[in-house]
């Protein structure tokens, strides 16, 4: 009986895995993609989301669209509407931003979340889907750690957006004071 205390005791639960139940219309099809990225040195995901029927040779204009801290990839089709706008001609694209506000880490040299974003992501994008490329047809818009993602991004790479929006944008992060919280994560006091 004891034996098997401990082995209940040593093993560790993982959390189960996040639903997904992408909000979707009829007019729209919905793909994972998982590519390698050679900014971050590891396979990472994004969602794409463009018109379900679309006539041969036409490109579409881009919208990349940052989720929020504590979410993921998949929130901005679970959590909204948003995919009705493929069926107006645009290519929905939801990367993966883990909890890194969209920039490059200035301690951890392996975390290059800029550039995973402006070069491996949009290159990957533009090769894999019917994208139409330049400036002119990409927009970049975020909510909360994602609408702080956007605005940087579309500040210091004003040659890639056209547009840029951010909802909720945590502009105030870089002069928050941290500290840290009872389950050793950082936090705002």
Not at 14 to 19: D, E, G, K, N, W
Not at 66 to 72: A, E, R, T, V
């Given at each position: 009986?004891?034996?098997?205390?401990a082995?209940?005791l040593?093993?560790?639960s993982?959390?189960?895995?996040?639903?997904d139940?992408?909000?979707l219309?009829?007019g729209?099809?919905?793909?994972?993609?998982?590519?390698?990225?050679?900014?971050?040195?590891?396979?990472?995901?994004?969602?794409?989301?463009?018109?379900?029927?679309?006539?041969?040779?036409?490109?579409l204009?881009?919208?990349?669209?940052?989720?929020?801290?504590?979410?993921?990839?998949?929130?901005w089709?679970?959590?909204?509407?948003?995919?009705?706008?493929a069926?107006?001609?645009?290519?929905?694209?939801?990367?993966?931003?883990?909890s890194?506000?969209?920039?490059?880490?200035?301690?951890?040299?392996?975390?290059?979340?800029?550039?995973?974003?402006?070069h491996?992501?949009?290159?990957?994008?533009?090769?894999?889907?019917?994208?139409?490329?330049?400036?002119?047809?990409?927009?970049?818009?975020?909510?909360?750690?994602?609408g702080?993602?956007?605005?940087?991004?579309?500040?210091?790479?004003?040659?890639?957006?056209?547009?840029?929006?951010?909802?909720?944008?945590?502009?105030?992060?870089?002069?928050r004071?941290?500290?840290?919280?009872?389950n050793?994560?950082?936090?705002?006091?």
């Open positions: 009986m004891s034996a098997l205390v082995m209940a040593g093993c560790k993982q959390p189960p895995p996040a639903l139940h992408p909000r219309t009829a729209v099809r919905l793909q994972d993609v998982t590519f390698y990225s050679r900014a971050l040195s590891r396979s990472m995901q994004y969602r794409a989301v463009l018109p379900a029927q679309q006539p041969a040779g036409q490109k204009r881009v919208m990349y669209l940052l989720h929020g801290g504590g979410g993921g990839f998949r929130d089709t679970n959590y909204s509407d948003v995919a009705r706008y069926e107006r001609g645009f290519l929905l694209i939801m990367p993966e931003g883990e890194s506000y969209y920039m490059n880490s200035a301690t951890r040299s392996q975390d290059r979340f800029e550039d995973y974003i402006i491996d992501l949009i290159t990957d994008v533009e090769q894999r889907f019917p994208a139409l490329a330049g400036r002119q047809n990409r927009a970049i818009i975020g909510i909360s750690m994602g702080f993602g956007a605005v940087v991004l579309g500040l210091k790479h004003p040659e890639l957006f056209a547009f840029v929006g951010g909802l909720s944008s945590a502009l105030d992060v870089p002069s004071p941290f500290s840290i919280k009872a050793g994560t950082m936090a705002a006091p």
